[in-house]
C-alpha cells in the first residue's frame, strides 16, 4: 500500500476557536490509492497551531494567539507490523523537545534555514500578523532563542484597523542567494519587501514591491509531509 504522512494543526482554544477542544496538532495518513485519511496521533501539549516549517528531522510550529509560542518537534519513526496490509509500516511520531513564548501576537507563518558554517544551528523567522511584526529566532542543541529585537511594520493602508489593513506581516521567506535576507510580505501595506539582517538586528527595508492587485484575500496555507 502506498501511503503519506501528514501533520496537520488547528485552532483549538478561544478565540482563535469558538470552544476548546482537546488537541491542537495531528498526524495523518493518507493512502494514496484509495485517498481515506486516518488520524494516527493526538498532541495536546500545543494548541492554536496556525503554520509548521519542517527541516531535517525537526518541525517546527507556532501557536497563533496574544502572545505567541514557537515549538520544536523531534520527528521519530517506528516500525510495526501494518493492521492494513502483510508488512512491516513507518510510521511517524513527534516528541516535544522546546518551546519559547515571545510577546507578539499573531504567529502565522515559519520559515527555516540552516545558519551559516553550521550544521547544526538553524535560524526561524516567524512573521506575526495581528502586531505587524517579525521575529527571528536560533535554534540549536541548547534550544530556541530569540537573537534579534524583531521588525515592527509601519506602512498600511489602515493604522485604525483591527485587522488586514493595519501593518500585516503574514509571509517570511529566505530571499535565494542573498545570506541574512528576507523577502516579507505585508498584507496592510500590500507590499513585499526586502529585508536585511544586520549583526542581529533587523534594521531596515533594503527595498520594497507595491502589488498593485492587492495581496488581503490571498493567504498561505502549509501542512508538511513527513
Keep these: 500500500m ?3 504522512h501528514f501533520v496537520v494543526g488547528c485552532y483549538s482554544r478561544p478565540p482563535r476557536a469558538t470552544k476548546a477542544q482537546e488537541n491542537g496538532l495531528f498526524i495523518i495518513k493518507i493512502d494514496l490509492q484509495t485517498g481515506s485519511l486516518k488520524i494516527l496521533s493526538k498532541y495536546n501539549e500545543v494548541q492554536n497551531i ?4 519542517k527541516f531535517n ?28 496490509f502483510n508488512g ?22 515559519i520559515s527555516t ?34 537573537i534579534s529585537n ?31 535576507t528576507y523577502a516579507l510580505v505585508d498584507l496592510g501595506a500590500d507590499r513585499i519587501y526586502q529585508v536585511c539582517l544586520f549583526f542581529l538586528l533587523i534594521r531596515k527595508y533594503s527595498s520594497k514591491l507595491k502589488l498593485t492587485g ?10 508538511p509531509q513527513i
Excluded at 492587492?214 to 501542512?223: A, E
Design 57 to 84: 528531522d525537526h518541525l517546527f510550529a507556532v501557536t497563533e494567539d496574544e502572545q505567541s509560542i514557537l515549538h520544536r518537534f523531534k520527528i521519530r519513526y517506528f516500525e510495526a507490523r501494518s493492521t492494513d
Design 50 to 53: 496556525s503554520f509548521f516549517s
Design 88 to 109: 512491516i509500516e513507518r510510521t511517524p511520531v513527534l516528541e516535544l523537545e522546546h518551546s519559547v513564548k515571545f510577546d507578539s501576537a499573531g504567529a502565522c507563518f
Design 150 to 180: 524583531g521588525l515592527k511594520l509601519k506602512d498600511c493602508v489602515d493604522p485604525n484597523s483591527i485587522r488586514q489593513e493595519a501593518p500585516h506581516a503574514h509571509c517570511v521567506l529566505p530571499w535565494k542567494g542573498m545570506p541574512n
Design 113 to 146: 534555514i540552516v545558519e551559516e558554517g553550521s550544521n547544526e544551528s538553524v535560524k526561524v523567522a516567524v512573521a506575526c500578523y495581528d502586531d505587524g511584526v517579525v521575529k527571528l529566532f536560533k535554534s540549536d542543541e541548547n534550544g530556541i532563542k530569540e
Design 214 to 223: 492587492g495581496t488581503r484575500n490571498s493567504p498561505i496555507f502549509s501542512t
Design 2 to 4: 502506498s501511503a503519506s
